[in-house]
């Protein structure tokens, strides 16, 4: 009997993929199934995962017939589970061995509970650790459950039948649909921290991390905003206090850039710096 299903949203990330493979062999649970979805590949990601995984019946490989999009993709991941509990596992990320089962437990002793999730590892391309990232037990739908800190993260577990009461994933989002899909889960259910770190999370050049903060920042707004006419709430407030306009920014830019000037052309801070008082115009 399966207990768990490991979905695996798969684009161009086959060259990473035996780590993946390796860790999933590894868990001290074996009643699992991974159920891997390639959303159009341009290279030759789906033969690589395939010859990985031809001998080993627990993974099952589908393909979109066009590029579809994360959202999409992990959508129909999730309709595609055979199993209650459900997590989600990058192709070029790795699980440690006893993730799947600790994960499993959780879910198992806590029923009512939607979501499980723990912390991750940040790791360079090789999977060296670098350092950890610690989620947060949420508890209510306050500005923790927004999730601008990375309070809830990989490893991200669900019960099907609690993430069905939502509306599922949001198709249309490009980044930033785990966030979606995290606070929804939140307004369903309780969700429960594992303050344990289970997953490897590889940094590597054209992963998703490569997205630039202000593109990430701007689809993580767009959840919210959805999130706000689901919930009938005005976020504004929140809203005028995080974000900085373009304008105000360049104008103060400038100004500190003159005053820098300023600074450095003054006569008498060129002499404290020689006299040892201005130690800070050499940073200038």
């Known amino acids: 009997m399966t207990k768990i299903t490991v979905l695996i949203a798969n684009y161009n990330n086959g060259r990473f993929f035996k780590d993946c493979f390796d860790s999933l062999i590894k868990q001290t649970i074996v009643e699992w199934e991974a159920i891997i979805l390639d959303d159009a590949s341009t290279d030759d990601s789906l033969e690589v995962i395939r010859n990985i995984t031809r001998d080993d019946s ?50 198992i002793q806590n029923p009512e509970v939607g979501l499980v999730y723990s912390n991750f590892v940040y790791c360079d391309d090789q999977l060296n650790e670098v350092r950890v990232h610690k989620a947060a037990q949420i508890t209510a739908l306050d500005e923790k459950y ?10 991200a577990t669900l019960k099907k039948s609690i993430y069905q009461k939502t509306s599922g994933i949001d198709i249309s989002l490009k980044i930033a649909e785990d966030k979606d899909w995290y606070m929804k889960m939140c307004e369903v259910a309780p969700v429960k921290y594992i303050d344990e770190n289970l997953y490897l999370y590889r940094v590597h050049k054209g992963g ?58 003054s006569g008498w801070v060129k002499l404290g710096y020689k006299l040892g008082f201005c130690k800070f115009y050499k940073y200038l």
């Open 146 to 155: 927004l999730n601008f800190n990375a309070e809830i993260t990989s490893f």
């Open 208 to 265: 998703i991390s490569n997205k630039s903060e202000d593109q990430a920042y701007f689809w993580h707004w767009l959840a919210l905003i959805k999130m706000s006419e689901r919930r009938g709430i005005s976020i504004e407030e929140l809203f005028l206090e995080s974000f900085v306009r373009r304008k105000v920014y360049n104008k103060e830019l400038t100004h500190n850039t003159n005053l820098k000037k300023e600074i450095k052309n």
């Open 58 to 107: 627990r993974f099952t490989i589908y393909t979109n017939e066009s590029n579809k999009g994360i959202g999409y993709t992990k959508r129909r991941l999730i309709e595609l589970s055979t199993s209650e509990i459900c997590g989600f596992l990058d192709p070029d990320d790795v699980l440690i061995s006893s993730a799947l089962e600790i994960v499993f437990n959780a879910h």
